[in-house]
């Protein structure tokens, strides 16, 4: 069956330190993989998309990996604010389908 | 400022008692979408609009209506709700009809209570 799987446990680091979120996928083609953040009680917000052909992408403080082989996204901010405390979510649209399916989010917690 | 529209926000209603949810957006998208969202489950699509006049099924349908009268607005529509449909709702837009490079643009949510 096609899943989606995002680490359920809350992530703690601290300040400054490079937080890195895994999306694993299987069953799925997809034909690109897109992160969003989400705070309580909002609606996501979009933040990187990352095509099949692109091996990585950055934003500012964030960058994503995407390895088809491995099926992996990987989801970094580096020198972490508690600012960036909230639940980041992947969610990738398989070739030939026009939806996106979300994985379940990881939550992350930057301490001072 | 653009943005997508949710109305209400929170919504507490019995058993089989017909109910709407409003979705409007103000940036001319094609393609909108609605999600309910549930604890370990994440978010579902429930279904969506390629534009106006044509909608299809996403993943979780039953229990649901919508409908694509005009470009801006996508209700969600219950018609007999049932306590299982207790949840969080999103209403989604995206600028194209594909997806690819066009990420959604999500409102604040709507939550529903059935009791």
């Known amino acids: 069956s096609q899943k989606i799987e995002q680490n359920s446990e809350a992530l703690n680091i601290q300040e400054g330190k490079t937080a890195t979120l895994t999306c694993n996928y299987t069953?799925?083609?997809?034909?690109?993989l897109q992160w969003y953040r989400q705070d309580p009680g909002r609606g996501p917000v979009f933040l990187l998309l990352?095509?099949?052909?692109?091996k990585e992408k950055r934003k500012e403080r964030l960058k994503v990996t995407f390895d088809t082989t491995l099926k992996q996204s990987l989801f970094h901010i580096t020198a972490s604010q508690p600012a960036d405390s909230a639940t980041y979510l992947c969610?990738?649209?398989?070739?030939?389908?026009?939806?996106?399916?979300f994985g379940t989010g990881t939550r992350l917690l930057v301490s001072p | 400022e653009a943005q997508v529209t949710q109305n209400p926000r929170y919504l507490i209603t019995v058993t089989g008692k017909k109910l709407t949810v409003t979705c409007s957006q103000n940036?001319?998208?094609?393609?909108m979408s609605w999600y309910r969202q549930d604890p370990g489950l994440g978010l579902r699509q429930i279904y969506y609009?390629?534009?106006?006049?044509?909608?299809d099924k996403g993943d979780v349908p039953e229990g649901y209506k919508v409908s694509r009268k005009e470009k801006r607005n996508f209700p969600l529509i219950l018609e007999s709700p049932s306590p299982n449909q207790t949840s969080l709702y999103f209403c989604?837009?995206?600028?194209?009809?594909?997806?690819?490079?066009?990420?959604?643009?999500f409102g604040n949510g709507t939550r529903l209570t059935v009791t």
């Open positions: 940036m001319n998208h094609e393609y």
């Open positions: 989604a837009s995206s600028p194209g009809q594909d997806l690819y490079n066009s990420p959604l643009h």
């Open positions: 969610a990738l649209r398989s070739t030939g389908f026009q939806k996106l399916v």
């Open positions: 069953n799925y083609s997809p034909a690109y």
């Open positions: 609009s390629m534009n106006v006049e044509v909608t």
């Open positions: 990352i095509r099949e052909n692109e």
